[in-house]
């Protein structure tokens, strides 16, 4: 078993940055694939960014050169530095881990185990 507890959001200005963060514990971090997804009032849980391992990126059209996903092992801890933000980031961000998926995955039925979930606001 994996638990995820993100933080980090918040409301900010189009044009501003958050961080957000996700502590993990349980089964081995290292070894799992870590992503991040969002979901928007009204409309289907969507694929932010993903990472396996130290350096195995994976994103998003809409957030690519905008955000950038890390993590650190030694903290168990994944993170979404999200830059040049606009209202259509507006939702609730959430973390997740896939414990039998190497490398990359973008749909929410490959991750079995997810965090509560951040709001994010972006005010125009």
């Known amino acids: 078993q994996v638990q995820l507890v993100e933080s980090g959001g918040g409301l900010v200005q189009a044009g501003g940055s958050l961080r957000l963060s996700c502590a993990a514990s349980?089964?081995?971090?290292?070894?799992?694939?870590m992503g991040w997804f969002r979901q928007a009032p009204g409309k289907e849980r969507d694929f932010v960014a993903s990472?396996?391992?130290?350096?195995?990126?994976h994103y998003a059209d809409s957030v690519k050169g905008r955000f950038t996903i890390s993590r650190d092992n030694a903290k168990n801890t994944v993170y979404l530095q999200m830059n040049s933000l606009k209202p259509e980031d507006t939702a609730v961000y959430y973390c997740?881990?896939?414990?039998?998926?190497?490398?990359?995955?973008?749909?929410?039925?490959?991750?079995?185990?997810w965090g509560q979930g951040t709001q994010v606001t972006v005010s125009s």
């Open positions: 997740a881990g896939a414990s039998d998926i190497r490398f990359w995955a973008t749909t929410p039925s490959a991750f079995n185990y």
């Open positions: 990472i396996w391992s130290g350096s195995i990126t």
């Open positions: 349980g089964r081995t971090f290292s070894s799992t694939l």
